[in-house]
């Protein structure tokens, strides 16, 4: 099975962003080179606060990643979660280098 080419998230697909919403962030899986990610600080109260809104983002990611990949959402976050985990307290070069590895990126 080929890989899927990178693609943008159309704003059309997500339900209720209201004329008050404000983005935060956008993440990338750049080729061959891990991440890159650009966040707008001020748009938080705090940096507390990012790590709230890091929490929520993990448990939609499970039931995305649930969903596309049939497997159960608890399951799927437990994953994430690891992920995170790994990474901390400096990043982890060995999963930096399976993101950038990834053929065709994460999904």
Not at 15 to 43: C, F, H, K, N, Q
Not at 49 to 64: E, N, P, Q, S, Y
Not at 84 to 95: I, K, N, Q, T, W
């Amino acid at each position: 099975m080929k890989p899927a080419k990178p693609r943008a998230i159309p704003l059309s697909a997500i339900p209720d962003l209201g004329a008050r919403s404000v983005e935060v962030a956008r993440i990338w899986v750049t080729d061959r080179a891990g991440s890159t990610v650009v966040i707008d600080a001020g748009v938080l109260a705090d940096a507390e606060m990012f790590g709230v809104l890091m929490a929520d983002t993990i448990r939609h990611a499970a039931k995305a990643h649930a969903q596309a990949l049939g497997i159960d959402a608890g399951e799927a976050e437990a994953l994430i979660w690891r992920g995170v985990d790994s990474a901390r307290p400096e990043l982890d070069p060995d999963a930096l280098a399976r993101i950038a590895n990834h053929p065709g990126g994460l999904h």
